[in-house]
Nanobody, 126 residues
Framework: QVQLVETGGGLVQAGGSLRLSCAAS????????MGWFRQAPGEEREFVAA??????????DYGDSVKGRFTISRDNAKNTVYLQMISLKPEDTAVYYC?????????????????WGQGTQVTVSS
């Protein structure tokens, strides 16, 4: 069992930056693929970013709408994954969720993740 707690959300003006953190409980954090998704009101959950575990290449992946602006990173020693967001736009406004999965093959597919955090609200004003 893994518990995920996201922090770092808030209200920011367009063009600003935020860094989200997701702290994971339990062991074997390094064995989980980690992802960030977001969901705006009335919209489907959208893939934002993912950081694969080392045996799966250790690669990172990003949704098209955030490429070049968001950066995902993980600190296995701290059981934490981060999402650095710059050049924020009003359309980035959403609840951001952290997810963990042991057997994720397609990192962009939400249903492949096993554990989810409660979400943190990010609001970008114009």
């Amino acid at each position: 069992q893994v518990q995920l707690v996201e922090t770092g959300g808030g209200l920011v003006q367009a063009g600003g930056s935020l860094r989200l953190s997701c702290a994971a409980s339990g062991r074997r954090f390094s064995s989980y693929n980690m992802g960030w998704f977001r969901q705006a009101p009335g919209e489907e959950r959208e893939f934002v970013a993912a950081a694969a575990i080392s045996w799966n290449g250790g690669s990172t992946d990003y949704g098209d709408s955030v490429k070049g602006r968001f950066t995902i990173s993980r600190d296995n020693a701290k059981n934490t994954v981060y999402l650095q967001m710059i050049s924020l736009k009003p359309e980035d406004t959403a609840v951001y969720y952290c997810a963990a999965g042991a057997g994720v093959i397609h990192t962009t597919r939400a249903y492949e993740y096993d554990y989810w955090g409660q979400g943190t609200q990010v609001t970008v004003s114009s």
